[in-house]
RNA sequence: AGAGUCGGCCCGGCAGUCGCUCCGGCGUCAGCUGCGCCAUUCUCUCGAGUGUGGCGCGGCGCGGUGGGGAGGAAAGUCCGGGCUCCGCAGGGCAGGGCGCCAGGUAAUUCCUGGGGGGCGUGAGCCUACGGAAAGUGCAACAGAAAGUAUACCGCCAGACCGCCUGCGGGAGGUCGGGUAAGGGUGAAAAGGUGCGGUAAGAGCGCACCGCGCAGCUGGUAACAGUCUGCGGCGAUGGUAAACCCCGUCCGGAGCAAGACCAAAUAGGAAUCCAUUGGCGUGGCCCGCGCCGGAUUCGGGUAGGUUGCUAGAGGUGUGCGGUGACGCACAUCCCAGAUGAAUGGCUGUCCACGACAGAACCCGGCUUACAGGCCGGCUCUGACU
RNA sequence: UGGGGUGUAGCCAAGCGGUAAGGCAGCGGGUUUUGAUCCCGUCAUGCGAAGGUUCGAAUCCUUCCACCCCAG
């Protein structure tokens, strides 16, 4: 099964990277307690990064739980997340969730931008095609 | 059996499946890259540069495979070291820590053993426990008086004043005295109990207890004593987590320390000479570095590599020691990430799983915590 | 991960061994026809928490808790 490996390339390493998503993520989605930021990265694979802050999740414990429920989840859903750089960001009160849960919500969340993503793809190419359109005409 | 106390150990188990990271070894048809050799193209200053191809070796990547992968507190950062840099970490001042004694240790404020004091029937537990006769300070309020102690009420005799009288004296007031037994205040008022003593009292005297000083004995010492002598004890009140004194220890930063490779960018960097002045450096001074002159060419931001785990290491046996611990021999290698691994899911078993996650490494302390296992000892009850 | 700092009323704060100033806000009352101004009074069960030293602790000591800042 080696199309679910979870390995360094898909991750994402550089603060250059990470600024990157930052400075421009046109899709987002948003949970009371995770946002999830995201931009297409133009590989055929996806990379993920996390941001669990210590101010908002105080033990270590439950952050390096929450960290590995997401990148098990994201692990699972790559293949419907191809070429999307992903950002996941912890919120208050996250730690307040069993692993089940969690995954659940993960879940969600990656659907929401594998959607976003496949809308974004069709507006810029029917853009393009407009632009064609009008200059042709 | 119950209650208690001290010490040691464990931190869900098993199976399946999908992952992460490090190490070893194997493969690599195809990918990227370094080095060497051979062949060859082009250039010319004719033995160098450049391009292409082949072979060999290595690295990255990829694919199998074998093995390792959080804690007793990994935590708080409260102490002590190692390591690294600051020239040496040296002298003085300032500042800070520690504080019964002896030992252990790399070192400590830790640990072990001992002493004093306190708690408990006991096993045991707790203990910031040097000095107040070196000096300075502090004690609000209350109280007569709070440190060279003190006379408010009271008690006591005396003198004087007038009053009553059964002429013995009695009650009252004033005055200057005696007194620390009694009352009252306070956190604290300066030995205790008893007998004697006295105008009333008082270590004023005596007995016992307590206290101090000196000696003797025991102990390495702290200290101890049915020991001896001396002292009536207003000697020497409390507070040093008040200043302080005495003894003892401490240079500063920290792996984001530091070292190496190095795009970009800027114009400086290194060595030697000079040491008046200026600037900088650990809190300050001595000290040291830079600014000046001469000579020589490299410098180091992004990023990467290293430091990075074999150690005051674990386990076992023997020996020494009351013990902490030490010595000897044998044996084992047991996390090393870096946008940061050590996990997810399913099944199953049971005592249904607490607190909680390595980030340079050790030794302690403190704090958090569900439960389980083992051993020593004490008390109570029953039976033999 | 390492280094440093701060906690006193709803807010800003002084005090640093002897019964917690002051200002703003709030509440009650007065002045005023009403409001503003002004005046008077009131508001901390105890100084982040728990132990200890002391006769006495916000203050001194120890251990915890919370928050903030600095360094890639």
Redesign the pocket.
Known sequence: ?????????L?????????AIFNNAPLRASHKHLLVLARPNGLDRPR????IAK?HI?????R??I???A??SF??QQHKLAGIDA?VLARRELDHFD??KL?QIFRQQWRRISDKANKHQQTRQQEQTQCQNSRLS
Do not use: H, Y
């Open positions: 099964m080696t199309q679910f490996a979870f390995g360094k390339c991750r994402l390493l550089k603060p250059s990277d990470f600024q993920l990064g996390l941001v101010k105080r033990l270590a414990v439950q390096n739980r960290k590995r429920i990148r098990e692990r699972i950002i692993n089940a995954q």
